[in-house]
């Protein structure tokens, strides 16, 4: 079993900037790709941004030059840095954790979800 433990989100005002933060923990033998996915009132959920194990990341065109995925991996933690906010990128962002369990089971997680709130 795997937990995760998101926290960052929260109000802040266009053009400012907030982290998110996800902590992995419990039996896990080896992360992969970890990553931010938000849903917004009405739409689907949608991918933010993601980094594997060696460090690569990939981004939603939307926020290209805006956001900056990161890992740590001693903690098990992604953080999502995200400045020059918009009212678009208000939503629920959530993490996702995928890897291999101590029981060499494949698992893919995802955390509770954290509101962030941009106002214009």
């Known amino acids: 079993q795997v937990q995760l433990v998101e926290s960052g989100g929260g109000l802040a005002q266009a053009g400012g900037s907030l982290r998110l933060s996800c902590a992995a923990s419990?039996?896990?033998?080896?992360?992969?790709?970890m990553g931010w996915y938000r849903q917004a009132p009405g739409k689907q959920r949608e991918l933010v941004a993601f980094i594997i194990s060696g460090g690569s990341t990939n981004y939603a065109d939307s926020v290209k030059g805006r956001f900056t995925v990161s890992r740590d991996n001693a903690r098990n933690t992604v953080y999502l840095q995200m400045n020059s906010l918009k009212s678009d990128d208000t939503a629920v962002y959530y993490c996702n954790v995928r890897g291999m369990g101590s029981n060499w089971r494949a698992f893919d997680y995802w955390g509770q979800g954290t509101q962030v709130t941009v106002s214009s």
């Open positions: 419990g039996s896990i033998s080896s992360i992969n790709t």
